[in-house]
């Protein structure tokens, strides 16, 4: 329930920043990149770079989620194995 209000709140952020950004800024820049030269509104310009950044931090945050996620079915997987030694050892100690 919380990760369905977490995603709706970050939607409601993304539009507000989105119709912010697009309200008054509606000067024509000139924006040089290695291989051409585009001509831009400042509102587009920065809401690109708004979603080339949102999409850069979900993908970091992924990736590392996904690293901790691996690293924990490893541990699960070793403290299973070390709970059945023990039983082992225990029912042994027991004859």
């Known amino acids: 329930m919380i990760k369905y209000i977490f995603g709706f709140i970050i939607i409601v952020a ?9 309200a008054n800024n509606d000067q024509i820049i000139s924006f040089n ?9 400042l509102s587009t310009f920065v809401a690109i ?3 080339l950044g949102l999409i850069l931090g979900w993908l970091i945050t992924g990736f590392f989620y996904l690293k901790l996620k691996l690293k924990n079915i490893t541990l699960q997987r070793r403290v299973r194995i070390q709970a059945q ?3 082992e050892l225990s029912l042994s100690k027991a004859e």
């Open 49 to 51: 770079l708004f979603g």
């Open 85 to 87: 030694q023990i039983s």
């Open 14 to 22: 993304i539009i507000i920043v989105t119709i912010t950004i697009g």
């Open 33 to 41: 990149y290695l291989v051409a030269k585009s001509e831009l509104r």
